[in-house]
């Protein structure tokens, strides 16, 4: 049985290293490089106009969800729920201590390009969505497959195999991790037993799943910017308070992207290759651009025009990679905590925990993280439950949506007290996976996103001048 057990492991950790060290490395960037230049940098040219939409239609009580979609806010906090999860703190951590400060450089690089992947996501996701049996919106990447490339053969293959990529990646597997952040961190900063952990998360996660999308639309939008709002203030006040290693955290970032030896320190292993790999890698993992979960949520949202949510949708890039994950790395790099964990062969959470600690207190600043990652995980847990119901009910219709719940509800109790590095594994090679076919559509369908991105703006701002 061990011996099956190591060639299982051996297996997934050998596509895993082809998945996420080359081949979506290279197909990731390379989609949103394509997408900005086809679209003619709508991140850019579009950005002021996205935060106007976004930051001038926040509501914390917005027109409830169902049967007709959601609010354009309440569909970016369903994608940012999903977004901004343990891989801001956990992620950005393991990045640095793998690929040195300028690591996060090249997480703003694809973060950049990855906006304009997302634009076109969300579009697609809006032009292609239809009415379930009962008359209720549905939308994701399934059906931008079957634009491309229609209903039968080559599209039905791509189409499911997305569809049971997506179900294992973030409703079993990706669930389970994310319970398991929440019990180790509540273990190690109160000492609570992890299985209180699992069964309290488990039964909120079950009221918040049986009330459907009206629910889940009510809690992201109301959970997003409290924990977008209490991460931010905590993190500055860090920040703050190392401030004088500021100017030299910055520095180490632009000089480790480019010659991570000149950082010096522990950091002098570290090559060039090392910082590209695991920046690209952990942001692209991040904040989910390309990777087809986001569109979900983004096809439900009740808006005038496709293009005002690929706009929006960018804006979800944006908060999750240069706003959260970028503050994370600063308290770290401003802490001076990261070589001694680069030395101690430290990653992950503890270094994050480390980092707080040495602004809030060595009491406090386990605690914080700790509330934060249950802030973070929790709505992870909630977008990613979202996104694979939706893929549920494509494969198998209504019926299919109360054993899944069960098992996800299952899988996120379990996780709570069960680290086995396998699952771990297993949930990044099935979202590795479920990159390919999405992109795949994308790229088939780009003419259409760069024609909307382009000539659909154009023609709305000639309207209003006339």
Not at 111 to 136: C, N, P, S, V, W
Not at 321 to 334: C, G, K, N, R
Not at 346 to 374: E, H, K, N
Request: hydrophobic share 55%.
């Amino acid at each position: 049985m061990q011996t099956l057990s190591n060639i299982v492991n051996t297996i997934v950790g050998g596509v895993n290293n082809v998945l996420w060290n080359y081949l979506l490395l290279i197909l990731l960037v390379g989609t949103g490089v394509f997408f900005t230049i086809r679209t003619r940098f709508v991140q850019i040219r579009r950005f002021g106009a996205a935060m106007k939409r976004v930051f001038g239609g926040i509501k914390l009580h917005g027109d409830k969800a169902g049967k007709e979609g959601m609010s354009s806010f309440q569909a970016l906090a369903t994608a940012i729920a999903a977004q901004v999860g343990t891989g801001n703190v956990a992620g950005c951590a393991t990045a640095l201590v793998s690929g040195g400060p300028g690591a996060i450089f090249w997480m703003w690089v694809a973060a950049f390009f990855g906006m304009a992947t997302i634009y076109g996501e969300a579009f697609l996701a809006q032009i292609t969505k239809t009415r379930d049996k009962e008359g209720h919106v549905i939308g994701g990447p399934v059906f931008y497959i079957h634009k491309a490339f229609g209903e039968k053969g080559f599209g039905k293959f791509l189409a499911v195999f997305f569809s049971i990529a997506i179900i294992i990646a973030l409703g079993f597997m990706g669930n389970m991790v994310q319970s398991n952040s929440i019990g180790d961190a509540f273990f190690t900063a109160f000492g609570v037993p992890k299985i209180a952990v699992g069964i309290a998360v488990a039964a909120v996660a079950a009221v918040i799943f049986i009330g459907g999308i009206g629910r889940i639309a009510s809690v992201t939008e109301k959970i997003v910017p409290i924990m977008a709002a209490l991460y931010i203030v905590g993190s500055l006040v860090v920040i703050i308070i190392n401030v004088r290693a500021v100017p030299g955290a910055f520095a180490s970032i632009f000089v480790g992207a480019f010659s991570p030896r000149a950082v010096g320190g522990a950091v002098a292993g570290i090559a060039v290759r090392q910082a590209i790999r695991y920046g690209v890698a952990r942001g692209l993992f991040s904040n989910e651009a390309g990777m087809g979960s986001t569109p979900h949520a983004h096809a439900m949202a009740k808006v005038d025009t496709p293009e005002h949510q690929g706009e929006t949708a960018m804006v979800g890039v944006f908060i999750d990679t240069f706003v959260v994950l970028t503050l994370t790395a600063l308290v770290i790099l401003t802490s001076g905590v990261l070589n001694g964990m680069i030395e101690s062969g430290i990653s992950g959470i503890p270094v994050a925990q480390a980092a707080f600690s040495t602004g809030f207190g060595s009491r406090i600043g386990p605690a914080f993280v700790a509330i934060c990652l249950l802030f973070f995980a929790f709505s992870t847990i909630i977008g990613w439950y979202f996104f694979a119901k939706t893929n549920i009910t494509i494969l198998f219709g209504k019926k299919g949506v109360l054993p899944f719940t069960v098992i996800a509800l299952f899988f996120i109790l379990l996780g709570s007290v069960l680290k086995v590095n396998l699952v771990w594994d297993l949930s990044d090679m099935f979202n590795g996976l479920m990159v390919i076919p999405n992109l795949i559509a994308l790229i088939a369908l780009s003419g259409l996103v760069a024609k909307a991105a382009i000539d659909g703006h154009r023609k709305r701002e000639g309207e209003k001048i006339r």
